[in-house]
């Protein structure tokens, strides 16, 4: 199926440990894959024994202005004191490095747990550290950066998903019809592009690691301009209404600390759910050709998984076309 390895196919554990060697390091033991798929990344032990995240970029995704950019931002968030894994750079200010056609970056490793969302102690640090990221990121604007634009996304994801060849015939029509209805629908809440900032861009708990109620934010590698919620929304996850407005409260009581939210905004969560829906499946189709996908999503290529997508996107039409009272 594949007629030329996939570039990340090339590397091996010992191609890890001389790129991260030829930076002035020396690994006692061997690297250890932990589990990512847009990038590769690894877990490494120098001989002092500091522990490293060495993340190699995905070849012909992000420029390495943009790449900068995103360490540019961990930089000035650092010191600011948010809590957040700044790169290393080596002793020409570098952070990132090249390798036999690898981009590659060092991280320090944060140690620590996903928080509890139903605890209310962990939803108010969460809040508190958002909105010290948000505070830091208003300050300016990416320059290289992209921008979350609801139509444009829609679009590609839209384009993508259709070059897909695991939908049977009625599933193509079913998810041309519905994606076309869901464009129509999500232009209502296109935002004006003063109304979004500097954020980390996939916010979800398992880029955030601590212990009681102290937390970091990692992997900013999806960093973009966009409205503040759209690093908000994903700890909402209670299904009963009383449950959920505990969890805004806190989140926003802690956010607050830092500076002050719109709570208009809080109209945009379902566009947001419905958007990264669209992407994540636009995701898999577009990775497809990296043998790790097949392996980690087998179910992609069943035509159960896109009978259940459409019927997602079905329920989602639904939410975006009545107003929740939660929101109320």
Request: glycine share 6%; with cysteine.
């Given at each position: 199926?594949?007629s030329?390895?996939?570039?990340?196919?090339?590397?091996?554990p010992?191609?890890?440990?001389?790129?991260?060697?030829?930076?002035?390091?020396?690994?006692?033991?061997?690297?250890f894959?932990?589990?990512?798929?847009?990038?590769?990344?690894?877990?490494?032990y120098?001989?002092?024994?500091?522990?490293?995240?060495?993340?190699?970029?995905r070849?012909?995704?992000?420029?390495?202005?943009?790449?900068?950019?995103?360490h540019?931002f961990?930089?000035?968030?650092?010191?600011?004191?948010?809590?957040?894994?700044?790169?290393w750079?080596?002793?020409?200010?570098?952070s990132?490095?090249?390798?036999?056609?690898?981009?590659?970056?060092?991280?320090?490793?944060?140690?620590?747990?996903?928080?509890?969302?139903?605890?209310?102690?962990?939803l108010?640090?969460?809040?508190?550290?958002?909105?010290?990221?948000?505070a830091?990121?208003?300050?300016?604007?990416?320059?290289?950066?992209?921008?979350?634009?609801?139509?444009?996304?829609?679009?590609?994801?839209?384009?993508?998903?259709?070059?897909?060849?695991?939908?049977?015939?009625?599933?193509?029509?079913?998810?041309?019809?519905?994606?076309?209805?869901?464009?129509?629908?999500?232009?209502?809440?296109?935002?004006?592009?003063?109304?979004?900032?500097?954020?980390?861009?996939?916010?979800?708990?398992?880029?955030?690691?601590?212990?009681?109620?102290?937390?970091?934010?990692?992997?900013?590698?999806d960093?973009?301009?966009?409205?503040?919620?759209q690093?908000v929304?994903?700890?909402?996850?209670?299904?009963?209404?009383?449950?959920w407005?505990?969890?805004?409260?806190?989140?926003?009581e802690?956010?607050?600390?830092?500076?002050?939210?719109?709570?208009?905004?809080?109209?945009?969560?379902?566009?947001?759910?419905?958007?990264?829906?669209?992407?994540h499946?636009?995701?898999?189709v577009?990775r497809?050709?990296?043998p790790?996908?097949p392996?980690?999503?087998p179910?992609?290529?069943?035509?159960?998984?896109?009978?259940t997508?459409i019927?997602?996107?079905?329920?989602?039409?639904?939410?975006?076309?009545?107003?929740?009272?939660?929101?109320?």
């Open positions: 199926m594949h030329t390895p996939h570039p990340f196919a090339t590397l091996s010992a191609r890890v440990v001389a790129a991260i060697e030829s930076l002035g390091f020396w690994l006692p033991g061997e690297p894959a932990l589990n990512s798929y847009e990038n590769r990344v690894f877990l490494l120098d001989d002092e024994g500091r522990r490293w995240v060495a993340k190699f970029y070849p012909g995704r992000w420029s390495d202005e943009q790449i900068q950019e995103e540019d961990l930089d000035e968030l650092a010191a600011e004191g948010v809590a957040v894994a700044a790169p750079r080596d002793d020409s200010g570098r990132l490095h090249q390798m036999e056609g690898f981009r590659l970056a060092l991280f320090p490793q944060l140690p620590g747990q996903a928080p509890e969302l139903e605890n209310p102690a962990h108010f640090a969460l809040g508190e550290l958002i909105g010290a990221v948000h830091v990121g208003e300050r300016a604007e990416f320059q290289h950066r992209g921008r979350l634009d609801l139509d444009g996304m829609v679009h590609e994801a839209r384009r993508r998903v259709l070059t897909a060849p695991w939908l049977e015939r009625r599933q193509r029509q079913a998810y041309e019809r519905i994606s076309v209805e869901l464009q129509d629908v999500l232009a209502a809440h296109a935002w004006a592009p003063e109304k979004t900032i500097r954020v980390q861009g996939d916010c979800h708990i398992g880029n955030l690691l601590g212990r009681d109620d102290n937390f970091a934010l990692v992997d900013f590698d960093c973009l301009m966009a409205p503040a919620v690093d929304w994903m700890f909402l996850t209670a299904e009963h209404e009383a449950e407005h505990m969890q805004l409260s806190e989140v926003l802690g956010y607050e600390q830092h500076r002050e939210f719109d709570r208009r905004e809080l109209a945009l969560i379902e566009p947001l759910r419905t958007l990264r829906l669209m992407r499946s636009a995701w898999l577009a497809w050709e990296d790790a996908f392996q980690a999503f179910w992609v290529a069943d035509a159960a998984y896109w009978e997508h019927r997602q996107l079905e329920q989602q039409r639904v939410a975006l076309t009545r107003s929740s009272p939660w929101l109320a």
